[in-house]
């Protein structure tokens, strides 16, 4: 998993595979040395390790993450764009979660509350979460799982955010498990 920040989701996700012997988090990465993910994370006797963009954009993380064997990689408010090499390396095994319904309030600048004051600003009355997998334009891979949540008036931005951070808790986790038991039954 990649985090740039709070890591609530990666949280949720460690939560719910906790006791699910046949998933295991093989590593968690973050480009922030003040990331929350890396406090979050101590719980779950995981040490998340931090990367700088040498190592992102220069092939290091890449080949260690590809010594990982990773079944997927998830992206949990992951900040840094996903290069090339990494989508190539990985085709149709890096998702995302977006916090809007895409192809609305995505793109580049898109992210975190720059999404729900837009959505506050142009008065929608509903909002929710995109999970999606990852390609080489920001937000625009095809799209796995949406769900839903109504708007009021009354809704500051915070409010909307808070929304649909219970939705992305809500479903992100068993997303990712029903991607993993499909793989496998693939096999
Ligand atoms: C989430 O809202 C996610 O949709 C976006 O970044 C946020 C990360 O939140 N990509 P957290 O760090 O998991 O709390």
Not at 41 to 64: I, Y
Not at 65 to 86: E, M, Q, R, Y
Not at 134 to 151: H, K, P, R, S, T
Request: glycine letters at 8%.
């Amino acid at each position: 998993m990649f985090a740039s920040g709070n890591g609530s989701n990666v949280e949720e996700i460690c939560r719910f595979f906790e006791q699910d012997l046949s998933v295991t988090v093989v590593a968690v990465l973050t480009n922030n040395l003040n990331a929350g993910v890396i406090q979050r994370v101590k719980q779950f006797g995981l040490k998340a390790e931090v990367f700088n963009k040498a190592d992102f954009t220069e092939g290091g993380l890449l080949k260690k993450v590809i010594d990982l064997k990773p079944d997927l990689i998830v992206l949990a408010g992951f900040l840094w764009k996903i290069g090339n090499d990494w989508v190539n390396t990985f085709p149709n095994k890096i998702i995302n979660i977006h916090p809007a319904l895409l192809p609305k309030y995505g793109g580049k600048g898109m992210y975190g509350h720059h999404v729900h004051k837009a959505v506050k600003a142009n008065g929608e009355r509903v909002t929710g979460i995109t999970i999606h997998y990852v390609n080489e334009a920001y937000d625009e891979g095809a799209i796995i799982f949406q769900e839903e949540v109504q708007l009021t008036d009354e809704d500051r931005v915070e409010d909307i955010a808070k929304k649909v951070h219970t939705l992305e808790h809500r479903h992100f986790p068993s997303v990712i498990d029903q991607l993993l038991k499909k793989e496998s039954n693939e096999v």
